[in-house]
Antibody, heavy 116, light 109 residues
Framework: EVQLVESGGGLVQPGGSLRLSCSVSEFTFSTYWMTWVRQAPGKGLEWVAKINEDGSEKYYVDSVKGRFTISRDNAGNSMSLQMNSLRAEDAAVYYC?????????WGQGTLVTVSS | QSALTQPPSASGSPGQSVTISCTGTSSDIGSYKYVSWYQQHPGKVPKLMIYEVHERPSGVPDRFSGSKSGNTASLTVSGLQAEDEADYYCASYGGTYNVFGTGTKVTVL
């Protein structure tokens, strides 16, 4: 069974940084695009970023461009999201998701809280 | 990269049908066949219900169907059941971006 497990969430002050990780198993990680999706408390889903199979293509939602960086380690079966200059509006559950065009497999999510 | 537009709510009695619209632009829904729909129950992870406009993953009941015309996609749930009460989100591929809809809360009366 495909597994995706996020980690790294927590409380951070505005302007601070956080690095999220996603560890995967039970599928050939290096052959899939991967995506981060977030959901603010009580709000809808928002696509954040995606990365291609070898990490050479990365795309972001406009609101995080220049602040967030998506990356992957195919040898370690993991993906990361480096989040800098965090704002209150970045507070959300962040989901690690497998796929490029649609999302069949999701992690359980990790909560990021941005508050002073 | 604006969110796709969905009605905030929809409802129907058990056994009835409900259709949710999802309006995008010529850059996303209008350009690609990669429209998907997700069901999310409170406190749960989203579940893929429809992909590539009208395809159903294994295990999803055939009461769920999807379609697209121009820049608008639709999800129809036929024969509504109590367990269908949830939030539903559409999503579209847009090449260098992806985008979700604003979400629709479906209530089974």
């Amino acid at each position: 069974e495909v597994q995706l497990v996020e980690s790294g969430g927590g409380l951070v002050q505005p302007g601070g940084s956080l690095r999220l990780s996603c560890s995967v198993s039970e599928f050939t990680f290096s052959t899939y695009w991967m995506t981060w999706v977030r959901q603010a408390p009580g709000k809808g889903l928002e696509w954040v970023a995606k990365i291609n199979e070898d990490g050479s293509e990365k795309y972001y939602v406009d609101s995080v461009k220049g602040r967030f960086t998506i990356s992957r380690d195919n040898a370690g079966n993991s993906m990361s999201l480096q989040m800098n200059s965090l704002r209150a509006e970045d507070a959300a559950v962040y989901y690690c998701v497998r796929g490029r065009r649609n999302y069949r497999h999701w992690g359980q999510g990790t909560l990021v809280t941005v508050s002073s | 990269q604006s969110a796709l537009t969905q009605p905030p709510s929809a409802s129907g009695s058990p056994g009835q049908s409900v259709t949710i619209s999802c309006t995008g632009t010529s850059s996303d829904i209008g350009s690609y066949k990669y429209v998907s729909w997700y069901q999310q129950h409170p406190g749960k992870v989203p579940k893929l219900m429809i992909y590539e406009v009208h395809e159903r993953p294994s295990g999803v009941p055939d009461r769920f169907s999807g379609s697209k015309s121009g820049n608008t996609a639709s999800l129809t749930v036929s024969g509504l059941q109590a367990e269908d009460e949830a939030d539903y989100y559409c999503a579209s591929y847009g090449g260098t971006y992806n985008v979700f809809g604003t979400g629709t809360k479906v209530t089974v009366l």
